[in-house]
């Protein structure tokens, strides 16, 4: 494995070259022909994935990491002169994003098709779901009682007044968060949820982890993260005082989004990223993700990392997520003028 830190424009470049342990004798597989680049602004848990299909196909895969937004300005100045053939990143509307730019194309893949959802994957087929996480109610269990919750809508109720931790409302989890409640409820009323949420007076704080470590440390007693968070938390110490709560059960499921990816407009090597995808989807790579990551399958062939799994089963809104980009200017409006910043 060979990291290579780059110059200009603070954009940390990593190329990963699977080959290295092969060509060392370490691992068995075929000889390595060929290549597919991978942009990446995803960075936790898919390596075992990523060494899985390269042991398989002989297919070395050469990464480069950086932040949603350097992906996106990197792939646009390179145009049809990028290297890269598959893009993946973080949330729907990142995804949603980068189709409507241009930077994807369509994929046109049946077994892709069966691994993954209709409702995890973009209608038009420029990007598909690889992981699914919730973005759920957490609480401290010595102050708040589970009765106590039901639906992100009942944040807004004054008893939570002062009491609340949220991200940003410009932040793309939550963005997606209330793009979505746009799609369910419209805008009046989902105007209305979130003017609640701020006249509760939320403590805002930068990160997920930091919201959780402030609800434990009694900074708040509730607040809004994504569940793999908590997961991370719990795996290094299993008495971490914070506990998770399935919101709107009885009514549109826990709000889900995902990681998930696209080959690129301009892809060089084209088949071999399709085949990178169609084993992201696969079983043996989607329990990967879930083992090491915390997250859930979008294929149900695989199983539920068992932290995750002890909270309990619980109702996803099955919405299709590309709501989330669908809504997500309207969703950046609408907290603007509920007084959410
Ligand atoms: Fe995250």
Known sequence: MRRIRSGGRGVAVAVVLIGGLLAAGVLRAP???????????????????????????????????????????????????????????????????????????????????????PNLRDPEMRWVGLTVRARTIMYNPKKVQPSELSTY???????????????????????????TLIKRQGEARTEEIVRGWAQNQPVIITNDTKILEGIAAGQCDVGLTNHYYLARLVAKDPAFPVAPFWANQSTTGTHVNVSGAGVTAHAKNRANALKLLEFLAGAEAQQMFADVGFEFPVNPQAGVNPIVARWGKFRQDDISIAAAGEFQAAATRLADRAGYR
């Open 153 to 179: 809508e009942a944040l807004g109720d004054p008893k939570w007044k002062g009491r609340l931790c949220l991200r940003t409302s410009g932040y793309i989890y939550n963005q997606s968060l209330i793009a």
């Open 31 to 117: 000889a390595l022909t060929s290549e597919v680049v991978l942009y990446s602004a995803r960075h936790y848990g898919q390596e075992p994935a990523f060494e899985a299909f390269t042991r398989k196909t002989g297919i070395a895969i050469k990464i480069l990491n950086g932040s949603t937004g350097e992906m996106f300005e990197r792939l646009k100045a390179e145009g049809d002169k990028s290297p890269a053939d598959v893009l993946l990143t973080v949330d729907a509307g990142n995804l949603w994003n980068a189709a409507r730019a241009g930077l994807l194309q369509k994929i046109d893949s049946p077994e892709l098709q069966a691994s993954v959802p």
